[in-house]
């Protein structure tokens, strides 16, 4: 299609699509009652589903000029209206980002913002009514496609819909932030743009669509266009009457939306702090949109998203987002995955409730037999009615149906005789973190188990080789390090030995790739990854405390960092006799650099650093936790604390890449970011250390050529 005038206005940001998936835009006539007519434009990239349409510069430019030829046909009445969908499955997956870290200035964000209101825009601008029949997956500008036009339509069995752009350090820039509030009310639309990206993600269903009144009607697949151009038809023809759960003129303005802000704004304080920027942006987009009309609203998203496309922020969201969907999928030092072995049953050593946790997951995603043992039957049978109550709650949660969950009680068992383990051939322990009780479980465990059948230890502190250490065949063993909660957290530390084997370690990984888990390939070190580096972080923390310094003061200083929670919040979470094991192993290990804390061990038989209310929200520091850690003399300022944590950092990060303990930088990124929700607007741990300096203080170079920042 030829370019008409948007060529030369969108003209710098055209220079990023020289290699752009075009989804072209193409138009067919349907014909409705009475002798009028649908143009139904479809939205289609000429892929498989495996590769969703997405909307770059030529792309939008396209749609653009083809909703102007549509407009000047309803001029002539030669069309009654204009519907858009998508390919089979996908509507569209939102903004093609694959060039947008490419943007060298402020002013090509801004113009990549008023190229989605130009474009999109036109679909209140036919001069005939206009639909939109969202037939699969919706994402960020996709919705917003959605949301420009009169009235929307969706396929029962579309997979996503959501505007995500929070979760990558942007705002919804295509009209998302003034439209979904002036249609679904400010209380809905603060879920649906903050709160659900900040929730990993979470996206809604077709179901949840037609109940918050993004869409007005849901249809089954099997009829699903036939339906939406019927349904259509009888808008037009005005036997179908369109009711919406917040009509616009009833949505309350006076009180609610300026209350509903002020809770959003202290609910984001309290869980993210202020370091963060993209959910205050929205968030002070979804304010104004209470009362300013929408050339100005859109006016405002072009203003925010050109000012965070050029920041630091969304180009580190970039650089994880790709960790997460392109490094995670391709694991750094992988054997081939030929030459992992089958796992036809797996066996679990211990009934506790990380145990059972291991037995649920592994009878769900892998649905072979599971057994389960202990020392003692009433262990054991605790152990399993756990995992049946597991079972029970997701039934009732409606995430499986009567015959699975029927399948997956019958598949686990429990024993007391380690003979049962006979045909396991992955077997894994979850026993009390000690190195003789490990040995001794796998050494016993080894006298039942076929040659060669996979062990796996999830030990998140003791060496991996040592636990082998009696083992008649070392090479059969594998870390296999889960985080807490084990069906939530999304990496597992696969801890390789100079004996694993590339069969083990490939089983390893092709198991955690089948339990839906990313898998990251460490040395076998103290700490691995994740614990080596929070065992830092926390070390830093209390030797703060210690010299003195109030606990107050070390949150505040390591604030800038973003992370979800503080370093003493983290503490409590993890557990402060678990922390503080983790503290004494890593000062064993390297004296030099981590510190030991008599007064975390204190506090740990104390129990609580805070003191919280009736709902566990913090009210204050502990006043007796504050009488153990006092004596220190010699207390730290927020900036010292700051500055020591990050040259820390930096200095524990580049020995372990020159000791090989991962592959690269990115893979301390990808545990950091999977494994302890390390913000992704950081980017991770190691862009953050390049842009502040860091890096270069402590060795002279950055772990990122160039490094991941903004621009001008």
């Not at 939306?257 to 942006?281: F, H, M, N, Q």
Request: proline content about 5%.
């Amino acid at each position: 299609m030829t370019i008409a005038t948007p060529a030369a206005r969108f003209a710098e940001l055209r220079v990023l699509s020289d290699d752009e998936v075009v989804s072209h835009s193409y138009v067919r006539d349907v014909p409705l009652s009475g002798g009028k007519t649908l143009a139904l434009v479809t939205l289609d990239n000429g892929r498989d589903h495996t590769r969703p349409t997405t909307l770059g510069p030529e792309a939008m430019i396209e749609f653009a000029n083809t909703l102007d030829a549509l407009a000047e046909r309803a001029a002539r009445r030669e069309i009654a209206a204009v519907a858009v969908t998508g390919k089979p499955f996908i509507l569209a997956a939102g903004a093609d980002l694959s060039r947008v870290g490419d943007i060298q200035n402020r002013d090509v964000g801004l113009q990549l913002g008023q190229l989605g209101h130009y474009a999109l825009g036109k679909l209140d601008e036919l001069g005939v009514p206009s639909f939109v029949f969202i037939n699969g997956l919706a994402l960020g500008g996709g919705l917003e496609i959605a949301l420009n036009a009169n009235y929307r339509t969706i396929d029962s069995s579309t997979a996503a819909l959501a505007l995500p752009e929070v979760f990558l350090g942007l705002v919804p820039g295509w009209g998302g932030a003034w439209l979904l509030p002036n249609l679904i009310g400010i209380e809905n639309a603060l879920k649906v743009i903050i709160e659900n990206p900040l929730k990993n993600n979470r996206t809604l269903s077709a179901a949840e669509a037609l109940e918050l009144g993004i869409a007005d009607v849901l249809f089954s697949p099997a009829n699903f266009l036939e339906d939406s151009i019927r349904w259509a038809d009888g808008v037009l023809s005005g036997t179908i009457k369109v009711k919406r759960p917040n009509q616009p003129g009833k949505i309350e303005r006076a009180v609610k939306w300026d209350a509903a802000i002020g809770i959003a704004r202290k609910s984001l304080e309290s869980k993210i702090g202020t370091v963060a920027k993209s959910p205050y942006r929205a968030l002070d987009l979804l304010k104004a949109a209470k009362n300013t009309d929408k050339q100005t609203g859109f006016a405002a998203e072009d203003a925010v998203l050109a000012e965070l496309i050029a920041g630091d922020q969304f180009r580190a969201s970039i650089y994880a987002f790709n960790l997460v969907q392109k490094r995670a999928k391709r694991p750094a030092g992988a054997p081939d995955k030929e030459l992992a072995r089958p796992v036809t049953k797996v066996g679990v050593i211990g009934a506790g409730l990380m145990a059972s946790q291991f037995a649920l997951l592994f009878v769900r995603r892998l649905k072979v037999p599971v057994v389960i043992t202990d020392l003692d039957q009433a262990r054991v049978d605790k152990g399993i009615e756990h995992i049946r109550g597991e079972i029970d709650a997701l039934l009732a949660k409606g995430r499986i149906n009567q015959d699975e969950a029927n399948r997956l009680r019958a598949l686990v068992s429990g024993t007391t005789n380690r003979a049962d383990f006979a045909d396991c051939d992955w077997v894994i322990e979850a026993v009390f973190e000690e190195l003789t009780v490990k040995q001794d479980v796998f050494a016993e465990i080894e006298r039942y188990i076929a040659p060669d059948a996979i062990l796996a230890t999830n030990t998140s502190s003791l060496s991996v080789e040592q636990i082998g250490a009696k083992l008649a065949h070392p090479e059969r063993l594998v870390g296999f390090h889960f985080f807490n909660p084990v069906a939530v957290m999304p990496l597992i530390e696969v801890v390789k030995t100079p004996q694993t084997s590339d069969a083990a370690l490939s089983t390893a990984m092709v198991t955690a790739a089948k339990l839906k888990k990313n898998a990251v390939i460490t040395a076998d070190t103290p700490g691995f990854v994740v614990n080596r580096i929070l065992a830092k972080l926390l070390g830093e923390a209390m030797h703060a405390v210690d010299t003195g310094t109030p606990f107050e003061t070390v949150d505040a200083a390591i604030a800038p960092l973003g992370l979800p929670m503080t370093a003493f919040e983290l503490l409590e979470l993890v557990g402060l006799k678990v922390g503080a094991h983790v503290l004494d192993t890593h000062h064993a290990a390297f004296p030099e650099r981590f510190f030991e804390s008599s007064n975390l061990h204190r506090l740990a038989e104390h129990g609580r650093i805070f003191e919280r209310d009736a709902k566990g929200r913090i009210k204050g520091v502990d006043k007796k936790a504050a009488e153990f850690v006092k004596g220190g003399t010699t207390p730290m300022t927020e900036a010292q604390i700051l500055g020591r944590l990050e040259d820390g950092l930096a200095d524990e990060i580049k020995r372990m890449l020159d000791d090989g303990v991962v592959a690269a930088a990115e893979d301390i990124d990808l545990c950091m970011l999977l494994g302890a929700g390390w913000p992704f607007q950081m980017g991770g741990i190691t862009p953050y250390l390049d842009r502040v300096g860091a890096s270069e203080r402590v060795f002279g170079d950055t772990f990122h050529h160039p490094p991941i920042k903004g621009v001008e």
